[in-house]
């Protein structure tokens, strides 16, 4: 574990010098290792919980998609779409607390097919899932769960009060010990400190993720967050070098947000450590083209190996 002391003296750093560090682990640790995933949104809407950020909350009033979970055809075609684009990990997210019953069956049948017909690794964010079903879809040919942690213990009651922090993690705890890899991190811009960001980083090095994924608020008309200011981007910056040197040997990912709040600083974020990219588009939001980001993928790596 990082302590607290070394923290301490990172944060003391300017923002260019503190990305300078940053990018300095990130190629001794890592090289130039560039990990690109794309996500289905497999079931969407009507969820039961209030993450105070999401448009699938019943809790609002949205204009997001509702639809039950896609058959294993229409699946299996996004996942062969992702591996031509260039994804590692294909993921199917679902909407609602957790998956269970007759769609859980449904999925783990698909997960199967999917491995059989596919080349590529496939990961779910199903929501609190315990250890027996995570086994299950392990044996059927799961290679990693995702399962975001959002913010620091502290800060998440301020944004879900329908289930726990403890609940998170536990799910994490669960699928490590079902023998999946995991995927988790949150996100930033939702009102909280640098101190907060600090600690959810801490919290997934604790968890011992296999990869770390930050969004940045995109705060969407209906929900609770519609009205909240953007980061500035010297503190994303900032939070993305904290978490590279926090998480200093696993890929760590930008994903919904990164566009448009980071807009002609994008490149920036991949001189401040981090090294992966979602692709394709996120769960109610379309992204850059696929050939854009794999055109920019490209020319990071060259900058980082000159």
């Not at 998170?168 to 909280?192: F, N």
């Not at 974020?269 to 090294?275: K, S, T, V, W």
Request: hydrophobic share 40%; proline share 3%; with cysteine.
């Amino acid at each position: 574990m990082i302590s607290l002391e070394k923290i301490s003296a990172w944060r003391s750093l300017s923002c260019s010098r503190l990305m300078a560090e940053a990018l300095s682990s990130k190629l001794a640790r890592r090289q130039d290792k560039f990990s690109l995933c794309s996500i289905m949104n497999a079931k969407s809407g009507k969820c039961g919980e209030d993450c105070r950020f999401c448009t699938q909350s019943t809790h609002y009033k949205t204009k997001s998609p509702v639809y039950p979970l896609k058959n294993s055809e229409k699946i299996i075609a996004e996942a062969v779409e992702a591996k031509k684009n260039g994804a590692g990990h294909f993921s199917l997210v679902t909407s609602g607390r957790g998956l269970h019953g007759p769609e859980l069956e449904r999925l783990i049948s698909t997960v199967s097919k999917l491995r059989d017909k596919v080349d590529i690794k496939i990961c779910a964010s199903l929501g609190i899932l315990q250890k027996n079903d995570l086994f299950r879809l392990k044996k059927a040919g799961l290679n990693r769960f995702h399962h975001n942690l959002e913010t620091s213990e502290d800060f998440f009651p301020r944004i879900v009060t329908t289930h726990s922090f403890t609940e998170r993690t536990a799910t994490l705890k669960a699928a490590k010990k079902a023998g999946l890899e995991t995927c988790s991190g949150g996100i930033i811009g939702l009102g909280e400190t640098e101190e907060d960001r600090i600690s959810l980083a801490l919290s997934l090095n604790k968890c011992q993720v296999d990869s770390a994924v930050i969004n940045i608020l995109i705060p969407l008309a209906g929900t609770p967050m519609a009205g909240t200011p953007p980061l500035e981007i010297k503190d994303i910056l900032r939070s993305i070098a904290l978490f590279r040197l926090i998480l200093p040997d696993i890929p760590l990912r930008l994903a919904a947000g990164r566009e448009s709040a980071l807009d002609d600083f994008l490149s920036s974020a991949f001189m401040a450590g981090a090294d992966g990219m979602m692709i394709g588009g996120y769960l109610t939001r379309r992204g850059r083209t696929v050939a854009k980001d794999l055109k920019f993928v490209g020319d990071i790596k060259k900058i980082w190996r000159k």
